[in-house]
């Protein structure tokens, strides 16, 4: 009984293990977000604060988040957020972030083609290898 309970137990570990997109000593990396802050060009990471930063798109607009790669030791691959299946009208360029060192900033960019709102959404940012961080995203009126 002992011997078939370890058999289940290996096929169990070994089967999660190699669904896990993990390099070969099973690291992933640690992602950092960084918002827009106030004035243009200046970015703040949102690590360290409790709830997730929140990212405003003024319709028919763009906005740029900054995704640093906090691993000493792996190469961050294909990061991109995930947006609500709903949000047709917003593109996103994750062009930038296909291979990201460890210490090293990509762009993502999300841009408004259309005269739709949408109220704050928590979206995920997240690459085959990393661990997955959340940032709000909304899209509203331009009152500038």
């Known amino acids: 009984m002992k011997k078939y309970h370890i058999v289940l137990c290996s096929v169990f570990l070994f089967g999660f293990m190699g ?3 993990l390099n070969a000593a099973g690291e992933k990396a640690v992602l950092e977000i960084s918002v827009q802050s106030g004035k243009k060009g200046f970015y703040k ?3 360290g604060t409790l709830e997730p930063c929140t990212v405003t798109i003024f319709k028919f607009g763009s906005e740029i988040l900054l995704v640093t790669n906090k691993s000493t030791s792996v ?8 947006l609500p ?3 047709i009208d ?3 360029d994750a062009s930038a972030c296909t291979m990201l060192a460890p210490g090293s900033t990509c762009t993502l960019t999300f841009t408004s083609s259309d005269d739709v709102l949408h109220s704050a ?4 940012v997240k690459g085959t290898n990393t661990v997955t961080a959340y940032v709000y995203i909304q899209v509203t009126d331009d009152f500038r």
Do not use: D, F
Request: proline share 12%; hydrophobic share 45%.
């Open 121 to 124: 959404e928590l979206v995920p």
């Open 45 to 47: 990471p949102c690590s």
């Open 85 to 87: 299946s709903g949000w």
């Open 19 to 21: 669904v896990l997109p």
């Open 90 to 92: 917003i593109s996103q």
């Open 75 to 82: 190469v961050a691959k294909n990061i991109m957020a995930t």
